[in-house]
């Protein structure tokens, strides 16, 4: 089966821009999720979707952080303005139901 | 908060030895704990995992070892391998908590010839 697909690969702003990046899960996986990895640190969730619906975006920074999962399927998760602190990997996954997730190669961003 | 630790960074192991990674958690919710392995640039990729009712979960060179009174979970990889090196990363969830997964900070697994 096809992995998670996640673009750009690599993404270079200067801080105050705008940045969205995109995810396309394995087919058939109900549940996606975002994640920020800062260097040095593991995986951290930002959001959660079952479906089209949010499930957990609790520690979403909202005031600059928004996603999406329009149809159900795959999503884009933007980031206006970025801080400097932005600078992280942003990963990807899905599962479906009571399965480990599986994760994207991620979006690697950096802010200048 | 770390719920998930991971207290050594890294780890040098000889080709063909164990190697042993651990992890401690904090949140007596946990009930279900993974290990991801991620090589540079990619994604992590699951590994192996258990949930709370077994002590003990084995897949051909990877065991996870579960110890709740403890708080501790352990993945032994025997015998290691240079493809074994690698970022290790500890992963825990709590039913109810709809799969979410608290990472720990990795352990960089280094298998010397």
């Known amino acids: 089966e096809a992995g998670v697909a996640q673009s750009p690969r690599y993404k270079i702003i200067e801080k105050r821009q705008s940045v969205a990046f995109w995810c396309n899960p394995i087919?058939?996986?109900?549940?996606l999720y975002w994640y920020q990895q800062i260097l040095g640190q593991g995986p951290k969730l930002l959001i959660q979707?079952?479906?089209?619906?949010?499930?957990?975006d609790s520690q979403l920074p909202k005031d600059r952080f928004s996603a999406e999962r329009l149809k159900g399927v795959d999503s884009t998760l933007k980031i206006q303005p970025a801080k400097l602190e932005d600078s992280a990997v942003y990963l990807c996954?899905?599962?479906?139901?009571?399965?480990?997730?599986?994760f994207g190669d991620g979006t690697r961003l950096s802010i200048l | 908060d770390q719920q998930v630790k991971q207290n050594s960074p890294s780890l040098s192991v000889q080709e063909g030895r164990i190697s042993i990674l651990n992890c401690d958690y904090t949140?007596?919710?946990?009930?279900?704990f993974l290990w991801y392995k991620k090589y540079p640039a990619e994604g992590p990729t699951f590994l192996i995992s258990?949930?709370?009712?077994?002590d003990k979960n084995e897949d051909g060179r990877f065991t996870v070892f579960l110890n709740k009174s403890a708080k501790h979970l352990s993945l032994h990889i025997v015998p290691s391998q240079p493809g074994d090196s690698a970022v290790y990363f500890c992963?825990?969830?709590?039913?109810?908590?709809?799969?979410?997964?608290?990472f720990g900070t990795g352990t960089q697994l280094k298998v010397e010839l």
């Open positions: 996954a899905s599962s479906s139901r009571g399965q480990p997730q599986h």
């Open positions: 087919s058939g996986h109900a549940t």
């Open positions: 979707f079952q479906n089209n619906g949010v499930v957990d």
């Open positions: 949140n007596s919710m946990f009930d279900y």
């Open positions: 258990i949930s709370s009712i077994k």
């Open positions: 992963a825990a969830s709590s039913t109810g908590g709809g799969n979410k997964l608290t």
